[in-house]
């Protein structure tokens, strides 16, 4: 019955592991602003036209 | 890109109206424009060119119109005072050679447009080298190199963009406070994977597993449930225990005590029950009762937090002043104002001290501050009040007074603004507690003295078991849920609260108190009368005057010719603005002047009457003046006729009593109505009402109005654009929802009859454990049963009572 012990042992670190991954993420702060990530992801890298040399883009 | 083109049928001639590329507003296609893009004005047009330039037009692709209109350009020497190394100082969080690093606040973030190009600003300033947006507190973290662009720079730059950052001393000292969620966040956390894990380790306890399970692996469990229970005793019970001392020692007993006494008394006996192997425990029941506990209080103090509610006066006071000393300006901040300073003050900027007039003439908005609705001329010599707005051109002034000792600061000093909130109200659980206590006590103390003398051997245990069923767990629920969900509501519908417990608060006004200008007459909404003679060219070459002017006088009018169809802006010739006169101009060979009766020559005529402002015009042969009255808000009527009845109104106002009479006809007979109040007397007024026992709400929306917005029990501020600034106050309301207040009252008084059926609800629960516990029957897995679902029930209920209240009130 001992092996239950171990098991339980393991589970309740890999459990503390999440708790803590929780915490670091509530201090660093990634639950201050619930909105903004959720558009950031969206954003192209870079965009950038060069309009002069592209006349015929506009509609 | 497609434009939105609407043709107006109903008009003689054809308008063709589309909306402003950059802001969205409605403008004339083709008047100002670039390329295929229509703009509204010339402000919103040099943005788009400042964008399109630097290949950043994809803010326009993310969002339609996302652009915020310039309302009035930056002057040149605006932003002078943040090259003040004192300044800088206080607004840095971090400052070497070749980094800087703050936050700013920017009101006008609002869509992921503001987002993108914010966090783009590289793009533009090079010397940018990080910016972060927090969309949820509208904050610009922004990182540069202050050898290529300084604090100064960077602010125009924001500015000219739209995106002007309001710097105040006062966010200056707020700006280090820590964030209290993080900690609410952390003790739910750790309270979830606590509870979470002890059920767990209680399963063969509530399975009832005899057999196979070794007595050694279930004393591990048990044991092992106890050290899981410890951060919740220690760490997230704190709270409790600590609101609990505090109110003991106040003497008095709020909702906390009987919490706090069920949370030891659960830990105690489980502990005990555990370490004598008598039975396995209640930690179960323990970690799932702080669990939900702190989500509820999670859920209370749920706040926007966008929004200010706590702003003093010098949220308001221009951070950087300019004192001129030996003929030479400097940068100085509000604190370093002596006596018999000579100041500079440009247009818009707020006079921060009262002084003596040293140019020889100055207009001043104190619509802010004393509630007059037009702003003032003064001459030489003239004393001005702190808090006025100048409008027009630069003057000089010379400090008579401190800036604590002002006019409109002196409101600060007042008690009202030193006192707390608590201890001053007792909200409905902790009135319920007082006696929900004493009875919890005397039943465990009944049930204790008749086992004593029936059976002692299990008195121990029906004692401690009153005081666990009976925490009020369920009744501490009911009134966070309920509120929090009701002030969400309240926040889609543009009223937002500053917490919760201020829907209770507004359950239980008696006497509603209404200031005037700003308030129920509204700033940009006035109606237009033309009385002589004027011709369809006289009507442009008016429309073309006003449209060059700043005066408020003119900016009512110019958008009263905006709404008139078939009139056409034309090109002013000649144009000349005499400050606080009028206006002269010609188009198209027609010239005229236009403004005050003395300007235009007008003999016997004034330039007020009976509340309305006359603006007189001389147009080659025609004469005559427009009337302007202050307009009442749309829907004051049908929201007085829905409060007459029901409570005490009341008009206070720092105007003059022109409008006595219209105002008069618009609230019911015995209406009390007082003018040219200044803000101590609204202050003094308000606590007036409150010593005859009146529950005041005062509704306000400038400065002049903090004092009584304080002093009353719920204080809400109105205004036009949620975004601007307000003074402190309860709660802000959008000027557009003004007619839903009453809506908005009778809501916050359903909602209080939800918490109390939340409340009897969770008595009945309580009913049902104690008859378990006095008896001696409750079992652990019926505790466990028993504590979550009485609480999700009375959650449940809660919320989706308001939900249904919010459709069936037509909120």
Not at chain 2, 34 to 55: H, M, R, W
Not at chain 2, 342 to 368: C, M, Q
Not at chain 2, 646 to 672: C, M, Q, V, W
């Amino acid at each position: 019955m001992l092996i239950i012990v171990g098991l339980i042992l393991i589970s309740v670190l890999v459990a503390g592991f999440f708790l803590g991954a929780f915490i670091w993420a509530t201090k660093t702060g990634q639950f201050e602003d619930t909105y903004g990530p959720s558009v950031r992801i969206l954003f192209d890298d870079e965009k950038k036209v060069d309009k002069k040399s592209s006349p015929a883009a506009q509609e | 890109m497609e434009t939105l083109l609407v043709t107006d049928k109903t008009a003689a001639k054809p308008v063709e109206q589309e909306e402003c590329y950059h802001c969205g507003d409605p403008c004339t296609a083709g008047e100002i424009s670039l390329e295929d893009k229509s703009f509204c004005c010339d402000g919103c047009k040099l943005v788009y060119q400042i964008l399109d330039e630097n290949g950043l037009c994809n803010y326009y692709d993310l969002e339609d119109a996302p652009g915020i209109k310039l309302k009035s350009a930056p002057t040149d020497d605006q932003f002078s005072y943040l090259e003040s190394a004192d300044i800088q100082k206080q607004l840095l969080d971090f400052q070497s050679e070749t980094f800087e690093k703050l936050t700013l606040y920017i009101p006008a973030i609002h869509c992921s447009s503001c987002i993108w190009l914010l966090e783009n600003l590289y793009q533009l300033q090079p010397g940018v080298k990080q910016s972060r947006v927090n969309f949820v507190k509208k904050q610009l973290t922004v990182g540069y190199d202050p050898t290529e662009i300084g604090l100064r720079q960077l602010v125009e730059q924001l500015a000219s963009l739209g995106y002007e950052p309001h710097i105040s001393l006062h966010n200056g000292e707020e700006k280090k406070a820590y964030n209290p969620n993080r900690t609410l966040f952390i003790k739910i956390g750790v309270a979830g994977f606590c509870f979470g894990n002890i059920m767990l380790l209680s399963f063969p306890e509530y399975l009832g597993f005899d057999g196979p399970m070794d007595a050694e692996v279930r004393t591990f469990m048990s044991y092992l449930n106890v050290v899981f229970a410890l951060p919740v005793i220690f760490y997230c019970s704190t709270d409790y225990f600590l609101s609990a001392w505090s109110g003991l020692r106040k003497g008095f007993i709020n909702i906390d005590i009987p919490i706090s006494i069920g949370i030891l008394t659960l830990f105690l006996r489980s502990v005990y029950e555990i370490v004598s192997a008598t039975a396995p425990g209640y930690l179960d029941s323990l970690g799932g009762l702080l669990f939900f506990l702190l989500i509820g209080k999670w859920f209370q103090q749920k706040t926007y937090e966008g929004l200010s509610f706590e702003r003093d006066y010098k949220s308001y006071f221009p951070l950087g002043i300019t004192r001129i000393a030996n003929g030479v300006t400097e940068a100085i901040s509000l604190r370093q104002i002596e006596v018999g300073d000579t100041l500079l003050i440009r247009n818009r900027e707020i006079i921060p001290s009262d002084s003596v007039l040293l140019s020889s003439r100055a207009s001043v908005d104190y619509s802010f501050v004393t509630g007059e609705s037009e702003p003032v001329e003064k001459a030489k010599g003239a004393y001005l009040y702190a808090g006025g707005r100048l409008v027009g051109e630069r003057i000089e002034v010379l400090v008579d007074k401190e800036v604590a000792q002002g006019y409109l600061t002196r409101l600060w000093n007042q008690d009202t603004f030193s006192k707390s909130d608590e201890g001053k109200w007792q909200s409905l659980v902790d009135q319920i507690a007082r006696y929900f206590t004493a009875i919890i006590l005397a039943i465990a103390l009944a049930t204790a003295i008749y086992w004593w003398v029936v059976d002692p051997s299990i008195m121990f245990t029906s004692f401690t078991a009153v005081l666990i069923v009976a925490c009020p767990c369920a009744l501490a629920l009911a009134t966070p849920f309920t509120l929090g969900t009701a002030m969400s509501s309240f926040g889609s519908r543009r009223f937002f609260l500053k917490n919760a417990t201020i829907i209770e608060k507004l359950a239980g006004v008696t006497h509603i108190v209404f200031d005037k200008t700003g308030t129920i007459t509204e700033a940009g909404h006035s109606a237009v009368q033309q009385v002589g003679t004027l011709d369809q060219k006289g009507m442009e070459l008016v429309y073309a005057l006003v449209s060059q002017s700043t005066h408020p006088l003119s900016r009512k009018l110019f958008s009263h010719f905006t709404l008139q169809k078939g009139l056409a802006l034309q090109k002013i010739e000649e144009f000349e603005e005499i400050e606080g006169k009028g206006l002269q101009g010609k188009v198209d060979s027609t010239s005229g002047m236009i403004g005050s009766a003395s300007f235009t020559g007008w003999q016997d005529a004034t330039d007020q009457l009976n509340g309305a402002s006359r603006v007189y015009y001389v147009i080659g042969d025609q004469h005559g003046y427009f009337e302007i009255i202050n307009d009442f808000r749309e829907g004051l009527d049908e929201l007085i006729g829905m409060l007459k009845g029901n409570y005490g109104l009341s008009l206070i106002s720092g105007d003059h009593a022109a409008e006595e009479d219209r105002l008069k006809s618009k609230f019911p007979a015995g209406t009390t109505m007082q003018f040219e109040q200044s803000p101590q007397d609204k202050l003094a007024y308000v606590r007036s009402l409150q010593e005859r026992g009146a529950k005041v709400l005062m509704v306000g929306d400038g400065l002049n109005d903090a004092g009584a917005l304080k002093q009353s029990e719920v204080g809400i501020a109105l205004t036009e654009n949620i975004s601007s600034f307000s003074p402190a106050c309860d709660g802000i309301l959008e000027a557009a929802r003004f007619s839903h207040l009453a809506a908005f009252m009778d809501f916050a008084k359903s909602s209080k009859g939800i918490i109390i059926a939340s409340f009897v609800i969770s008595f009945l629960y309580n009913i049902v454990g104690l008859s378990l516990a006095v008896t001696g029957l409750l079992e652990p897995v019926y505790a466990a049963i028993l504590m979550p679902v009485s609480s999700i029930t009375v959650v449940a209920f809660a919320t989706l009572s308001i939900h249904l209240l919010t459709r069936i009130k037509k909120l």
